[in-house]
C-alpha cells in the first residue's frame, strides 16, 4: 500500500501520469486498493469504474428530518412549488416573493438593487431584508426564508468598490490550493456583506478547448487540480455552513461544461461515461467531499452512448442528475438549473418543464416566467405528469439546506458582516493571489526584473483598462460596459507601475506613436483580450487562436518600438492560453497575466526590483492549461502527432532561470481547417 500512497498527487499533468494510473488501478483492483469514496484529497489516481460514493462532512440528521417533513405536511401544492422557484430581481417584488410563496431569487449579472450599478452595500442588504421579511410574512403554516443567489465568481464581483480577485485561470497557474480556500473563504464574507447567503461558486470545468468563452472560469485542464480546488474553495465558502460569514456554495456546472465539441458554449459534450466519471466529474467529488450542498446543473448535451442517448441536453438526464449524484454519490442537498436552462430540454419552455423536474432539478431558476412556471407545473402534479414524490423530495431538499444554514436564526442584515467588506484585508489577498497567478513565458537576457529608478515607457490598450484586467463577470455579465470610475478602489496596472517607480519615470502612450524609445530604459506594453462571457467569448472554429488576428493594432504598436536598443516587456491578460508567437518574438520578455482583477500591483511587484535594488518578489506561476504554437492547435492543445504546445501545462519560469527564447515561427492563418 505504501507504493501506492507514493502516488499522492502532485502538481502533474495529468496526461503524462494516464498510463501510471493505469498500472497503479490495475495494481490496486487486484489487490482491491480501489479508493472508491472519492475523497477531496486523492492519495492515488485512480481510474474509476462508476460514479463514486461520496462522504460529505454535511450531513442531514433524525431531528432536521422530522422537521422538514411536519412543515411539508402542513404545505400546499402552490407553496411546495413556490419554493422550488428561483425568480430574478428584476423581473419580482418583495410583496410578489410573499403572495406566491417563493423560494429563491437570483440577480444576474448586471442587476443590482433598484437597478443602480453603484448601489451601495446598504442598498443591498436593505433589499435582502425586504425579500426575507416578505418570505417569512407569507400565510403559510411554517414561513420558510427566502435564499438568494449571486454570481460572486471571482470576489463579489457585481458589488461597486469590491475587491476583484484573479479569474480561476490565474489561480490554476498559482498552483496553490491554500490560497484558492483563502479567497472562497474572503468572497463568503463579501457576499454576506451585501445580505446575500448563495454564491453560484466555483465554475469546476475541466476545459479541453480554449475556445470555450468560459475558459477563464476553470482552474486547470488537470481533473485532479479542480478536484483539489473544488474541496478547497468549497471548504472557504461554506465552512460548516453553521458560521456567519459563510455561504452556501454552487458547484457548476454538471457536469462537462468544459468538455464540448470545439469549445462550443452550451454544446454537445461527447465524452465516454468513463471520461465523465473520470474527467469531467473530478471537480465535482472535490466539492462534495467538502460538504458542498447545492449542484448547478449545466447546459451542455452528452452523448452518451452507452445509454444510446441522442446528445441529450444534461438539465433533463435522469442518470446524472439523480441516479449518479443523488443515488450514487449520495448527494442530500438540492440541484439548481441554470438560467432557463430547463427551455433547453427537448419539449420544454422557460416556464415548463416537467422532464427537467423528474430528472432530478429540484430548484428552477426561472427569472422572468415564474409565475407561469408555478401554474404549469402545478398543473404538471395535477394532472399526474410529476409524482407527489418528486416534489416533496426537491422541497425536502431545499428546507434540508435552509436549516443546515440556520436561514430561520437571523435575517440579513443581522449578520456581523453586512454592509462591510474589510477591502485592505481583501486587497492584500488579492494583491498576493495575483504575484502568484501570472506566468513568465519569457525572459531573455534576464532583462527583468527591471531597475526601479529608470525611466520606463507605457503602452497597450490594457495598460489603463480595469474592464480588461478583470475580464467578464465584473460589476456586469460581459464585463465590457464598464469604465474604470465603475471600479472605484482598483489599480490598473499602470498605476501599479507609477506608485511602483514614482511617476516622474513613467510615460504613457496607449499607442506609443510619436514617442522615441531610446528616452526609456524599457517598454512595458500590457495588451489584452476585450471582456467577454459565456456565448459572447467563443472563439468560434474555423477563427484562430491567435491574439493578434483580434487585436492587430497592438503588435504592430511594439514592432515599431521595439529593436531599437530599447527592451520591450510584454503583459498580456487573456481569459485563456493563445497562440502569441509574435508578440512573444517582438517580446524581450512575457508574461502571462491572465484576468487577475483590480489589484495590479501584484503584477508590478514582480516586474521591478525593490528600492534596495534586490528581488522582492519573484514568479513562481506555472501554467494550468497548455500554451498553443500555432493559430489552429488540436481541440485540446496537447502533443497530437507532430503537433507540441509551446508551453506544457506546468511551464513558468522565475529569476533564477536563465533561459532564452529564439525566434518563432509565424501562422498567419485567418481561418484554421479541420
Ligand atoms: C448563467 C451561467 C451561470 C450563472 C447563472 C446565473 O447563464 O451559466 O454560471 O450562475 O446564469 O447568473
Given at each position: 500500500m505504501a507504493k501506492l500512497q507514493e502516488m499522492t498527487r502532485k502538481k502533474s499533468n495529468y496526461k503524462n501520469n494516464i498510463a501510471k494510473i493505469a498500472v497503479i488501478s490495475l495494481l490496486a483492483l487486484q489487490f482491491g486498493f480501489i479508493n472508491q469514496s472519492a475523497n477531496a484529497k486523492p492519495t492515488i489516481q485512480t481510474q474509476l469504474k462508476d460514479w463514486p460514493k461520496i462522504n460529505s462532512p454535511i450531513k442531514s440528521d433524525a431531528a432536521t428530518e422530522a422537521k422538514i417533513k411536519s412543515i411539508i405536511s402542513t404545505m400546499t401544492l402552490r407553496q411546495k412549488i413556490g419554493q422550488m422557484t428561483q425568480a430574478e430581481i428584476r423581473y419580482i417584488t418583495p410583496k410578489e416573493v410573499q403572495e406566491y410563496y417563493i423560494g429563491s431569487v437570483l440577480n444576474g449579472g448586471g442587476a443590482w438593487p433598484a437597478m443602480n450599478k453603484h448601489a451601495s452595500l446598504d442598498d443591498w442588504v436593505a433589499l435582502s431584508d425586504a425579500f426575507y421579511d416578505a418570505s417569512m410574512k407569507t400565510d403559510m403554516k411554517n414561513p420558510i426564508p427566502i435564499i438568494w443567489g449571486i454570481d460572486a465568481v471571482h470576489g463579489n464581483n457585481n458589488v461597486y468598490g469590491a475587491t476583484i480577485f484573479p479569474h480561476n485561470i490565474g489561480l490554476g497557474a498559482a498552483h496553490d490550493a491554500k490560497l484558492v480556500g483563502e479567497i472562497g473563504a474572503a468572497t463568503a464574507r463579501a457576499v454576506r456583506a451585501t445580505g446575500i447567503q448563495w454564491a453560484f461558486a466555483p465554475t469546476l470545468a475541466v476545459v479541453q478547448n480554449q475556445r470555450w468563452g468560459r475558459s477563464y472560469e476553470s482552474f486547470s485542464n488537470d481533473p485532479y487540480q479542480v478536484r483539489e480546488y473544488g474541496y478547497e474553495y468549497i471548504k472557504g465558502l461554506q465552512g460548516d455552513l453553521k458560521q456567519d460569514g459563510t455561504v452556501l456554495g454552487s458547484a457548476k456546472h454538471y457536469m462537462g461544461d468544459g468538455g464540448t465539441k470545439d469549445g462550443i458554449n452550451e454544446g454537445q459534450n461527447y465524452s465516454s461515461r468513463l471520461e465523465m466519471i473520470n474527467k469531467h466529474g473530478q471537480g465535482f467529488y472535490g466539492a462534495l467531499s467538502a460538504g458542498v450542498q447545492n449542484i448547478m446543473a449545466t447546459y451542455n448535451s452528452w452523448d452518451n452512448s452507452a445509454l444510446g442517448d441522442t446528445a441529450g441536453k444534461i438539465h433533463g438526464n435522469h442518470e446524472l442528475l439523480t441516479e449518479a449524484l443523488k443515488q450514487k454519490m449520495g448527494f442530500e442537498g438540492f440541484v439548481v438549473s441554470d438560467w432557463n436552462g430547463i427551455a433547453q430540454v427537448k419539449g420544454c419552455a422557460n416556464d415548463h418543464c416537467p422532464q427537467s423536474i423528474n430528472a432530478g432539478?429540484?430548484?428552477?431558476?426561472?427569472?422572468?416566467d415564474w409565475k407561469a412556471f408555478i401554474d404549469n407545473t402545478t398543473k404538471d402534479v395535477e394532472e399526474g405528469r410529476i409524482p407527489m414524490s418528486r416534489i416533496d423530495d426537491a422541497v425536502t431538499r431545499i428546507l434540508r439546506v435552509k436549516m443546515q444554514m440556520g436561514?430561520?436564526?437571523?435575517?440579513?442584515?443581522?449578520?456581523?458582516?453586512?454592509?462591510?467588506?474589510?477591502t485592505a484585508a481583501d486587497q492584500e489577498l488579492a494583491r498576493r493571489a495575483v504575484r502568484k497567478s501570472v506566468v513568465l513565458l519569457k525572459n531573455n537576457n534576464s532583462v527583468l526584473p527591471l531597475a526601479p529608478n529608470k525611466k520606463v515607457l507605457v503602452i497597450g490598450n490594457s495598460a489603463d483598462n480595469i474592464s480588461n484586467q478583470t475580464g467578464g463577470w465584473s460589476v456586469t455579465w460581459q464585463g465590457n460596459e464598464n469604465t474604470n470610475e465603475d471600479f472605484p478602489n482598483a489599480t490598473s496596472l499602470l498605476k501599479a507601475i507609477k506608485a511602483q517607480i514614482g511617476e516622474g519615470n513613467v510615460t504613457y502612450s496607449i499607442d506609443g506613436k510619436g514617442v522615441n524609445p531610446k528616452d526609456y530604459s524599457a517598454i512595458i506594453a500590457i495588451v489584452g483580450e476585450t471582456p467577454y462571457a459565456e456565448t459572447k467569448g467563443d472563439l468560434r472554429f474555423?477563427?484562430?487562436?491567435?491574439?493578434s488576428s483580434r487585436f492587430g493594432d497592438e503588435i504592430a504598436n511594439i514592432e515599431r518600438l521595439k529593436g531599437q536598443g530599447t527592451p520591450v516587456i510584454s503583459v498580456l491578460y487573456s481569459g485563456r492560453t493563445l497562440y502569441t508567437n509574435d508578440l512573444i518574438n517582438a517580446s524581450d520578455a512575457f508574461v502571462a497575466a491572465f484576468l487577475p482583477g483590480t489589484e495590479a500591483q501584484g503584477i508590478s511587484d514582480l516586474l521591478f526590483k525593490g528600492k534596495d535594488g534586490k528581488i522582492k518578489y519573484d514568479f513562481s506561476g506555472k501554467l494550468s492549461f497548455p500554451w498553443p504554437s500555432d493559430a489552429c492547435p488540436p481541440a485540446t492543445n496537447e502533443p497530437y502527432g507532430n503537433y507540441k504546445p509551446l508551453f506544457n501545462a506546468n511551464y513558468g519560469l522565475n529569476y533564477s532561470q536563465k533561459t532564452n527564447i529564439g525566434k518563432l515561427k509565424l501562422d498567419k492563418r485567418e481561418t484554421c481547417q479541420k
Amino acid at each position: 500500500m505504501a507504493k501506492l500512497q507514493e502516488m499522492t498527487r502532485k502538481k502533474s499533468n495529468y496526461k503524462n501520469n494516464i498510463a501510471k494510473i493505469a498500472v497503479i488501478s490495475l495494481l490496486a483492483l487486484q489487490f482491491g486498493f480501489i479508493n472508491q469514496s472519492a475523497n477531496a484529497k486523492p492519495t492515488i489516481q485512480t481510474q474509476l469504474k462508476d460514479w463514486p460514493k461520496i462522504n460529505s462532512p454535511i450531513k442531514s440528521d433524525a431531528a432536521t428530518e422530522a422537521k422538514i417533513k411536519s412543515i411539508i405536511s402542513t404545505m400546499t401544492l402552490r407553496q411546495k412549488i413556490g419554493q422550488m422557484t428561483q425568480a430574478e430581481i428584476r423581473y419580482i417584488t418583495p410583496k410578489e416573493v410573499q403572495e406566491y410563496y417563493i423560494g429563491s431569487v437570483l440577480n444576474g449579472g448586471g442587476a443590482w438593487p433598484a437597478m443602480n450599478k453603484h448601489a451601495s452595500l446598504d442598498d443591498w442588504v436593505a433589499l435582502s431584508d425586504a425579500f426575507y421579511d416578505a418570505s417569512m410574512k407569507t400565510d403559510m403554516k411554517n414561513p420558510i426564508p427566502i435564499i438568494w443567489g449571486i454570481d460572486a465568481v471571482h470576489g463579489n464581483n457585481n458589488v461597486y468598490g469590491a475587491t476583484i480577485f484573479p479569474h480561476n485561470i490565474g489561480l490554476g497557474a498559482a498552483h496553490d490550493a491554500k490560497l484558492v480556500g483563502e479567497i472562497g473563504a474572503a468572497t463568503a464574507r463579501a457576499v454576506r456583506a451585501t445580505g446575500i447567503q448563495w454564491a453560484f461558486a466555483p465554475t469546476l470545468a475541466v476545459v479541453q478547448n480554449q475556445r470555450w468563452g468560459r475558459s477563464y472560469e476553470s482552474f486547470s485542464n488537470d481533473p485532479y487540480q479542480v478536484r483539489e480546488y473544488g474541496y478547497e474553495y468549497i471548504k472557504g465558502l461554506q465552512g460548516d455552513l453553521k458560521q456567519d460569514g459563510t455561504v452556501l456554495g454552487s458547484a457548476k456546472h454538471y457536469m462537462g461544461d468544459g468538455g464540448t465539441k470545439d469549445g462550443i458554449n452550451e454544446g454537445q459534450n461527447y465524452s465516454s461515461r468513463l471520461e465523465m466519471i473520470n474527467k469531467h466529474g473530478q471537480g465535482f467529488y472535490g466539492a462534495l467531499s467538502a460538504g458542498v450542498q447545492n449542484i448547478m446543473a449545466t447546459y451542455n448535451s452528452w452523448d452518451n452512448s452507452a445509454l444510446g442517448d441522442t446528445a441529450g441536453k444534461i438539465h433533463g438526464n435522469h442518470e446524472l442528475l439523480t441516479e449518479a449524484l443523488k443515488q450514487k454519490m449520495g448527494f442530500e442537498g438540492f440541484v439548481v438549473s441554470d438560467w432557463n436552462g430547463i427551455a433547453q430540454v427537448k419539449g420544454c419552455a422557460n416556464d415548463h418543464c416537467p422532464q427537467s423536474i423528474n430528472a432530478g432539478v429540484d430548484m428552477v431558476m426561472v427569472p422572468e416566467d415564474w409565475k407561469a412556471f408555478i401554474d404549469n407545473t402545478t398543473k404538471d402534479v395535477e394532472e399526474g405528469r410529476i409524482p407527489m414524490s418528486r416534489i416533496d423530495d426537491a422541497v425536502t431538499r431545499i428546507l434540508r439546506v435552509k436549516m443546515q444554514m440556520g436561514l430561520w436564526d437571523i435575517k440579513p442584515s443581522q449578520s456581523k458582516y453586512a454592509g462591510k467588506i474589510d477591502t485592505a484585508a481583501d486587497q492584500e489577498l488579492a494583491r498576493r493571489a495575483v504575484r502568484k497567478s501570472v506566468v513568465l513565458l519569457k525572459n531573455n537576457n534576464s532583462v527583468l526584473p527591471l531597475a526601479p529608478n529608470k525611466k520606463v515607457l507605457v503602452i497597450g490598450n490594457s495598460a489603463d483598462n480595469i474592464s480588461n484586467q478583470t475580464g467578464g463577470w465584473s460589476v456586469t455579465w460581459q464585463g465590457n460596459e464598464n469604465t474604470n470610475e465603475d471600479f472605484p478602489n482598483a489599480t490598473s496596472l499602470l498605476k501599479a507601475i507609477k506608485a511602483q517607480i514614482g511617476e516622474g519615470n513613467v510615460t504613457y502612450s496607449i499607442d506609443g506613436k510619436g514617442v522615441n524609445p531610446k528616452d526609456y530604459s524599457a517598454i512595458i506594453a500590457i495588451v489584452g483580450e476585450t471582456p467577454y462571457a459565456e456565448t459572447k467569448g467563443d472563439l468560434r472554429f474555423p477563427a484562430p487562436l491567435s491574439y493578434s488576428s483580434r487585436f492587430g493594432d497592438e503588435i504592430a504598436n511594439i514592432e515599431r518600438l521595439k529593436g531599437q536598443g530599447t527592451p520591450v516587456i510584454s503583459v498580456l491578460y487573456s481569459g485563456r492560453t493563445l497562440y502569441t508567437n509574435d508578440l512573444i518574438n517582438a517580446s524581450d520578455a512575457f508574461v502571462a497575466a491572465f484576468l487577475p482583477g483590480t489589484e495590479a500591483q501584484g503584477i508590478s511587484d514582480l516586474l521591478f526590483k525593490g528600492k534596495d535594488g534586490k528581488i522582492k518578489y519573484d514568479f513562481s506561476g506555472k501554467l494550468s492549461f497548455p500554451w498553443p504554437s500555432d493559430a489552429c492547435p488540436p481541440a485540446t492543445n496537447e502533443p497530437y502527432g507532430n503537433y507540441k504546445p509551446l508551453f506544457n501545462a506546468n511551464y513558468g519560469l522565475n529569476y533564477s532561470q536563465k533561459t532564452n527564447i529564439g525566434k518563432l515561427k509565424l501562422d498567419k492563418r485567418e481561418t484554421c481547417q479541420k
